[in-house]
């Protein structure tokens, strides 16, 4: 599922702000990464999703990256899923504070 986010609720111009994108799996693997890593070390059988996204530098810092996340767990094409993992950039202190 990819969407590309918009601002349509401010009733002026709309303006694409940014992109989310989830894939979703019947199962998450879990792995152990690095030059001495192991790899896939076990699965959680749970249906999961795999979240991306991305602001536009000059839009960001306005919440819409919490906006994004927060509409994308309500779309009826993820319902089922129970485990969601997003890599995030430890200096992305909004995103590491997003619920």
Same mark, same amino acid.
């Given at each position: 599922?990819? *969407? #590309? ?46 979240? #991306?996204?991305?602001?536009?530098? #000059? ?7 919490t906006d994004m996340i927060l509409t994308l767990l309500k779309v009826p094409e993820v319902e089922h899923v129970v485990?969601?993992? #997003? ?9 590491? *504070?997003?619920?």
């Open positions: 599922m990819r *969407r #590309a986010a918009t601002d349509s609720w401010r009733g002026t111009t709309m303006c694409q702000f940014g992109y989310v994108d989830c894939g979703t799996f019947d199962q998450w693997p879990t792995w152990e990464g690095g030059s001495d890593g192991r790899g896939v070390m076990s699965v959680i059988d749970e249906p999961s999703g795999a979240i #991306a996204y991305v602001i536009d530098p #000059a839009l960001r810092r306005r919440g819409y990256g485990l969601f993992a #997003a890599g995030i950039e430890p200096e992305n202190i909004a995103s590491v *504070r997003c619920p």
